[in-house]
Each structure stands twice: as C-alpha cells, then as structure tokens.
C-alpha cells in the first residue's frame, strides 16, 4: 500500500513497541512525533534517532491533555506492557488507557487525522474459545490482579468505538498478541525475557505451573508490518496481528535452551492468578484483509534476539 500520512503522532514511542514502530514509520518516508513519559519506556531505544530530522521527541504524560500540533495519525502505544510493569502501576496503567486514550482520540479529532490502538489478546482473559478470534467477548476478571491491564484496555476499545460512532475518528485497533525480539526489557517479566536472560546468566530457566500453558509467539518485524498494514486499511474493528503457531511453555524454554546453548536446568514455580492457560490468535481476518501473515519462527527470531539479550547480561 502507499504511503497516505506525512507527519504522525505516537505514544509510548520510547517503549518496545513504540519505537520500532517510530523506526518503520520513518522508514515508510513520515514524520514523527514521539511523545513518552518514560514510566517504562526508555530513551536508549530512540537513541539512534537523535540525527533524524524527520524524528521528534516531546516528553508528556498523555494522561493530561496535549497538543503537538497538526498530524494525518495518531498511533497510541503507550500504557505499561508487561505484568511486572503494570502491577508495580495499576492506577497508571488505568489512567493511561482511559485517560491518556481520551486525550489521543481528541488530537485526532480535532486535525481529522488516522487513529490506531495498541489493544492486546488479553482482552479475551483466559479464554474458553480457542484459537481466539476477534468476535469473541472474552473470559475476564474484571477485579484480580490483571485487571489493572485489561480493563484498562478493553476501556480503551469501547472509548475509541464511541469517537468512531458519534464523532466519525477514523480509528482502528489492534489486538497484539506475545511479541519479542530486540529492545525488549530484559527484566520485565515476560516469558522470552525472563527466558533468555536466566539463560545467557547461567541460571535455572522458571516455568510457572506445569509448563503446558500455551502461548503464541510473533517477532516485532512482523508484528509492525501488520500494524502498519492495518493502519493503512482503513479496518475500524479489532483485528488480530499475532503468530499463530501455539508452543507451550515447556517447549519454548526447550528453544531458549537450543538457540542459548546453556545447560542451565528448568525449575518449575506455582502459576500466577488468572494466568491465561491458552493463548493462540486466530488471524484469518488479517490474512483477508491485509494479506498479512508471519514471517519469522521462533528460533529464527530468538537467534535474532540473541545480541540484544546478550548486551543486557
């Protein structure tokens, strides 16, 4: 598809996410604007944009109102991502994906501009449909320990469904489901983090319950390739951008094991409350669609990974 925005907007630019995202943007001949509060994000990952003109960083909390002037899109990325972040900020994480999702929306409202939502799988909870498509309503408790996260975000879904409805704001969403690769926080908790650092340490690799949970794995280039294409269609519902290949736990960590070369033992740990026991995209619509589909496996992209997780030792 051909490039349509000249100058765009992104939160959480300084996150994992974001700044790829800030990275593939540019690449595609925008300008960008990056605005973070640094809650969790990190200027180490905007660094190599310092002498890119067409790259501007602005350091605001989106939870109060701003305004950076004229953009054609807005992609708000920013909320804390990963358990370890979002429970460490519960009423951060709320406020971000209300809040800070308001004032995104009304930036676009007022320029007419494009809006595209981070949302994430974990608005279908711990789900009883399974692969998860993206007309299933989910399996949530809306008061444990997660729910900081994904009621904030599913918050989030139902505000930017209204600013499309009664104010016509061209808006998507994107349901993002487990993704890796480099400028990933080493420590935040995830499991290919948590993974890769226990292994390059020399440590025993953690898995939490049995190890037969299942998760779905999508590298970040292919990730922001279809959030990108998604951004372009024009799709005003959520749509699923994930890797649909299931690994469980145990056979990641297997994989971890391969790529790293340790020797390091796996140990086993009691499960986390309203851990998600399955976890698999359904990605039919994004095939449609955006002709989009993954295209990196998982060790492929954690022998990527492998540098970037090795500096962080």
């Given amino acids: 598809m051909a490039q349509v925005w000249g100058r765009v907007l992104v939160t959480g630019a300084a996150g994992f996410l974001g700044s790829h995202l800030c990275d593939a943007l540019l690449a595609d001949g925008c300008s960008v604007i990056g605005v973070d509060n640094l809650a969790t994000g990190s200027l180490n990952n905007l660094e190599h944009l310092a002498a890119e003109s067409r790259f501007t960083y602005e350091q605001a909390d989106i939870c109060r109102p701003f305004d950076f002037g004229e953009v054609d899109f807005v992609f708000n990325f920013a909320s804390p991502a990963s358990p370890a972040d979002y429970m460490r900020l519960g009423p951060e994480t709320l406020r971000v994906g209300s809040d800070g999702t308001v004032n995104a929306l009304e930036v676009a409202k007022k320029y007419g501009a494009g809006f595209l939502h981070a949302s994430t799988s974990e608005c279908y909870g711990d789900p009883l449909q399974h692969p998860q498509v993206e007309s299933y309503w989910g399996n949530v408790n809306p008061i444990g320990p997660r729910s900081v996260y994904d009621e904030a975000k599913r918050f989030s879904e139902a505000t930017i469904m209204a600013y499309h409805r009664y104010y016509g704001v061209r808006s998507g969403m994107v349901r993002i489901f487990n993704t890796y690769g480099p400028r990933l926080q080493p420590n935040d908790g995830r499991v290919i983090s948590n993974l890769m650092m226990q292994a390059l340490r020399g440590e ?20 922001i390739r279809g959030i990108v294409l998604l951004a372009k269609s024009g799709e005003p519902l959520p749509t699923n951008i994930g890797n649909p290949e299931e ?9 971890v094991r391969k790529v790293t070369g340790t020797t390091s033992e796996i140990t086993f740990k009691p499960m986390p409350e309203d851990d998600p026991k399955q976890r698999r995209p359904d990605i039919t619509k994004a095939q449609r669609i955006l002709g989009w589909q ?20």
């Fill in 204 to 223: 025993p690799l953690t898995i939490y319950g049995d190890g037969k949970q299942t998760r779905s794995f999508c590298y970040v280039s292919d990730l």
């Fill in 294 to 313: 993954p295209e990196v496996p998982l060790e492929e992209g954690l022998r990527k990974s492998l540098e970037y997780f090795r500096s962080k030792v």
């Fill in 247 to 255: 690994w469980t736990i145990l056979e990641c960590a297997e994989t």
